[in-house]
Every structure is written in C-alpha cells, then in structure tokens.
C-alpha cells in the first residue's frame, strides 16, 4: 500500500494533473523509489510461496497505478479539473488504505493488551507523516492531501494513547496461553 500510494501521489503532484504540487511529487517520487527497493529485497530473500504472493501483490499494484495514470492522461486529455481529480481521489483512496492498514495490529493491541507487534517509532512516523502532510495540505487549500493524511494523524494519535496505555504490560492470559511478549506456553 505504501508503494501504491507513494506512486499515485507522485503522479497526483506532477504539473499537469495539479498546479504548485511539484514536491509532493518529490518527496512521494523519493518515497516510491524506496519502496520499490524495499520490495525488490524482500522478493530477493523471502520463500517462494512468499515471492509469488508478493509478485501478485505488486502486480496489482503497478495495474492500479497504470490505469490511474492512463486514463488521466488518454481519457481526460484536455480536462485539467477533471484529471486533478480522478488522481487526487484515487491517492487519496489509497493514502487511507494505508494508513489503515495497522488497525488489525491495533485490534491485536486491544486484545492481548501488549503492544509488542506495535513498535513504537512506527506509530510516532505515521502520527507526523499524517501530521505534516496534513498541515501542508491545509495550507495549500487541497482537501486531496488534508483530508487522508488528517485521517492518518488522526490513527496516529490511537496509536500513540494505544502505546501510553499498553506499554508496561507482559501480555494477558487466554485459555493457557500467554499473549504478548513471550508467547510461550504458561
């Protein structure tokens, strides 16, 4: 999801799909880059049932991103307004599916009362990643970037009371097991 929506942003702040975006461009171009590596490296070196997961993954990935950016390009050639907005919304489809994407961990935090598969640094980059970039678009007028990453900081900050809840406990007790940091047999 993170390489989807560093792809569809970069595309989103290109000049001819949204006036004064060239650096959300940057940055997301940046980002989609590493990304790209990210998931290049783990193909690399993980299981073949793994591998062909991923490649499946990425390929609906590079699909979605394909047919944003055709047919902003092809079908809404002469319409600006009309291709802002077919890319902004599909980013920012996207940028909430990302940001929404700890909220199974979230549940498990819930439920063991352990935050050992919610690292900490983890939450605190996702509350100012959605903090920042929902600033700039607040700034810059664009409900297409304020609007998602306001929902991200906003995840962020559950994260983050989650965590300053949570961090002291072992784990609880469910039906002889123990769940969190050990996982071991009780």
């Known amino acids: 999801m993170a390489l989807l929506n560093c792809l569809l942003a970069a595309w989103y702040g290109l000049p001819m799909i949204s006036e004064d975006n060239l650096l959300v461009s940057i940055i997301n171009g940046s980002g989609a880059m590493i990304e790209?590596?990210?998931v290049l490296i783990f193909i690399l070196f993980a299981p073949k049932k793994e591998r062909g997961k991923i490649f499946g993954l990425l390929a609906c990935v590079l699909t979605v991103f394909s047919v944003v950016a055709l047919a902003s390009v092809l079908a809404l050639p002469h319409d600006r307004r009309a291709r802002k907005l077919l890319c902004g919304f599909a980013a920012s489809v996207f940028s909430i599916v990302m940001y929404a994407s700890p909220l199974s961990v979230m549940r498990m935090v819930l439920k063991t009362k352990s935050v050992e598969y919610m690292p900490f640094f983890l939450s605190l980059c996702v509350f100012l990643c959605g903090s920042s970039w929902f600033v700039y678009g607040l700034i810059g007028r664009d409900p297409f970037l304020f609007v998602p990453n306001g929902f991200g900081c906003a995840l962020?900050?559950?994260?983050?009371?989650?965590?300053?809840?949570?961090?002291?406990?072992?784990?609880?007790?469910?039906g002889g097991w123990i769940l969190g940091p050990s996982m071991d047999n009780n």
Not at 156 to 174: K, S, T
């Open 36 to 38: 790209a590596i990210y």
């Open 156 to 174: 962020g900050v559950v994260q983050l009371m989650l965590y300053a809840i949570y961090r002291n406990n072992e784990g609880r007790v469910m």
